[in-house]
Each structure stands twice: as structure tokens, then as C-alpha cells.
């Protein structure tokens, strides 16, 4: 299988990486591992040419409910196979069908990207990585925004996670999305002020497609 190509790079959750290697490279697959879930999402957030995941089906049990919900936000978006590791022998056994690699690939990269991003002033609320429900939101302003993600500004410091949600009541449909925080730092020349990138996960097609029309294209023909 694509021996004439270069083997396909796919992100790879598993504590137990040396029983994956050769048979990924059997398939022509290019194994990058990750032991846990957060570092994952963040490697696959940056991607621009990987073709999709194979989790490790022990390793995302043992994960916690919180951390398990964040991968199946991301894995929506790509191609997943599902594995395990047979104790006694170290065999891998795929739990999909293989051929689901085999067929045409879009790579994580047409949505994960980066994208033009728009300058736009928007009162947003955002929510901890433990409050989906938004039960204890706090008030930050957009400051520019994209397709991937968006930058916020806040008046105060964002907790030590890897995630929070974002509401943009603004929207017709304001369910909270699950973002990435890609980095976080003091805005320079403004005290008492902090900013944020981060890029959205789970955003639904229908919020896409409204920032879209009413914000990014709309700033494009300006």
C-alpha cells in the first residue's frame, strides 16, 4: 500500500507506541504517538498534512470522562481508527475497517489551518473546560476573529487548562464551542488586561457558517 509515496503521517494515542510501529508501517502509515489526550489535541490542532488518528481504545478508557468528551470533539472532524493491544502477545487489532485509509484522504489540515483573521469588537462570555453548561460564565470582548479561531481579551487570568468555551450570543445559535487555548499573555501597554488565543473544536457548521457571511466575508468586501 503506497509504496511509492511517502507513508501517510496519522496522530496516534497510545501508551504503548512500539506495538504500533511496524504495523503502521505495514499499512504505509507514519505513526507520530501521543500518551495522552491533551497533547494530542494540541499536536493535531497544528497539523497541515496528517491524515487522521488511531486511538488506542485502552488508553482513551483510561482517560477521564472530561478528557474523552475534548477527543470526540476533535475526532468528528477526521478519519479515526480504533485499536487495541492484546495483553498476552502485544498484537495490535484494529476495530474499523483498514480500508478507511486506503480510500482518498482529506487531511486535518483544511480545517485546523490557519486562517485570514478579521478585527472585530464582540462581547463574549466564556466558560471553564469543567462547565459546559456555562453555570459560572465570565465576560471577555473578541477582538479579531477567523475561521479557526479567534483572539480575546479578558480582565482577568485565564486558569491554568488547556481548553475553556466560548458563547457568542451574538449568533443565531449561541451553544458554547469548545476551544484549544494556544497561548495566553499580559496585553502589552494595558494593565490589568489579558489576552488569548484560541482555536475552536467543536464549533457547529451552522455558527461557521453564519461567521462566515456575517463577519468574515463581509470584512473582505469592505
Known amino acids: 500500500m503506497n509504496t ?11 501508551s504503548r507506541p512500539l506495538a504500533f510501529l511496524k ?6 502509515m507514519a505513526g507520530e504517538f501521543y ?33 474523552r468528551d475534548h477527543l470526540f470533539s476533535l475526532s468528528s472532524k477526521t478519519r479515526i481508527l480504533r485499536a487495541r493491544v492484546e495483553a498476552a502477545t502485544g498484537h495490535v487489532f484494529f476495530l474499523d475497517d483498514v480500508s478507511l485509509f486506503k480510500r482518498p484522504l482529506s487531511h486535518l489540515a483544511p480545517f485546523f489551518r490557519t486562517h485570514v483573521r478579521i478585527p472585530l469588537e ?10 459546559p453548561a456555562m453555570a459560572s460564565p465570565q465576560q471577555a470582548e473578541m477582538k479579531d476573529i477567523s475561521l479557526g479561531g479567534c483572539f480575546l481579551h479578558m480582565h482577568f487570568e485565564l486558569p491554568h487548562s488547556d481548553f475553556l468555551y466560548l458563547q457568542m450570543s451574538a449568533l443565531d445559535n449561541p451553544l458554547p464551542v469548545l476551544c484549544n487555548i494556544r497561548w495566553r499573555r499580559p496585553v502589552e501597554g494595558a494593565p490589568g ?13 451552522d455558527q461557521l457558517s453564519e461567521l462566515q457571511r456575517r463577519f468574515i466575508e463581509q470584512a473582505s468586501a469592505e
Do not use: W, Y
Open 23 to 28: 504495523v503502521l508501517e505495514s499499512m504505509g
Open 122 to 131: 464582540m462581547p463574549v462570555t466564556i466558560g471553564h473546560e469543567d462547565d
Open 35 to 67: 500518551g495522552d489526550i491533551p497533547r494530542l489535541i494540541d499536536a493535531a490542532l497544528e497539523a497541515e498534512n496528517a491524515v487522521g488518528m488511531v486511538l488506542d481504545v485502552q488508553t482513551v478508557m483510561a482517560a477521564n470522562q472530561r478528557k
Open 4 to 14: 511509492l509515496q511517502e507513508p501517510m503521517r496519522v496522530f496516534v494515542l497510545t
Open 193 to 205: 488586561r489579558f489576552g488569548a488565543g484560541v482555536k475552536f473544536i467543536d464549533i457547529k457548521p
